[in-house]
């Protein structure tokens, strides 16, 4: 592989650039971007070689082009990419949603449906934009492949190789299941700590509780400073996984309620020390 075309130019794409850049795995990366100030961090940076306010037949013809944009913008993304792409590219994204993406693919570029690899590196920060970009992002992180039903062996691995080489441990599943999983473990936590940073915004008494906010809000609402378009995408595009969690989120606040109500400090402190040794448990099995 030699070329490189990164579609959204931010901290994900951005930081695979310069990690495969880095590994000699790519000569010349190409940026398209709306924005022409991200773009120029971005050459700035020395992210991308080549800034492009739209894609040109020469970027689309890398031999490997990376979605990076808001889910919204995939459609029209994936229109242009067909009337400007050839056989030999391979056409990935870096979605948070796995079976839009999917059906995606297959709507909007059914000639080159076999050549697109739906991926998912699972790192990331609450900062955006070519400047967030960064060496050693994807080390020891996971990264899920999505094969769908007409995949291109090559193409996907070329893609699990290209993850591999900056140290992403790759894990493949089904669409389906990827959204699943991730409705629970990412897109539910951002959807309550955008609940309840909103909450605390709207208060009466906000400058007061945001002056003796410590560490454990700030961890707690970490998530909520995500990117708002990025996330109102993914919401929408998993909604019906994320409310089926969120159902069972609502079960378990009406169990805290119940004994609060009743002041069951026993219950409470049972329900506590069950969640604390799950997530002692999950913490260990991270190290």
């Avoid at 790519?26 to 991308?48: K, P, Q, T, Y």
């Avoid at 995949?151 to 691995?157: K, V």
Wanted: aromatic share 6%; proline share 3%; net charge negative.
């Amino acid at each position: 592989m030699q070329t490189l075309t990164l579609i959204g130019v931010g901290l994900i794409g951005g930081s695979l650039a310069l990690d495969l850049k880095r590994a000699g795995k790519v000569s010349h990366v190409f940026g398209v971007d709306i924005d022409a100030d991200n773009l120029e961090r971005a050459l700035e940076r020395r992210v991308i070689d080549h800034a492009l306010p739209a894609l040109t037949d020469e970027a689309a013809r890398a031999d490997v082009v990376m979605i990076a944009t808001p889910v919204a913008a995939m459609p029209q993304v994936m229109r242009t990419l067909a009337q400007h792409t050839d056989a030999s590219t391979v056409i990935t994204d870096v979605g948070s949603t796995k079976q839009l993406t999917v059906r995606a693919f297959r709507d909007y570029l059914p000639q080159h449906f076999a050549r697109c690899v739906a991926a998912h590196p699972i790192a990331g920060s609450d900062r955006s934009g070519a400047t967030a970009a960064r060496f050693g992002l994807f080390e020891d992180k996971k990264l899920v492949l999505c094969p769908h039903e007409a995949q291109d062996a090559a193409g996907l691995a070329l893609i699990r190789s290209l993850w591999e080489t900056v140290g992403a441990q790759v894990h493949v599943m089904s669409a389906a299941q990827h959204d699943r999983i991730f409705s629970a473990v990412s897109h539910l936590p951002h959807l309550l700590a955008y609940a309840f940073m909103h909450q605390i915004a709207q208060d009466g008494e906000r400058s007061a509780l945001l002056h003796f906010a410590a560490s454990g809000f700030r961890d707690f609402t970490r998530i909520a400073a995500s990117h708002p378009d990025i996330w109102a995408d993914v919401c929408v595009a998993n909604r019906e996984d994320i409310l089926a969690h969120l159902q069972d989120f609502y079960r378990e606040l009406d169990v805290l309620r119940g004994w609060l109500q009743s002041g069951d400090r026993q219950a409470l402190h049972d329900f506590f020390a069950a969640a604390k040794e799950a997530r002692d448990r999950w913490q260990e099995q991270q190290s």
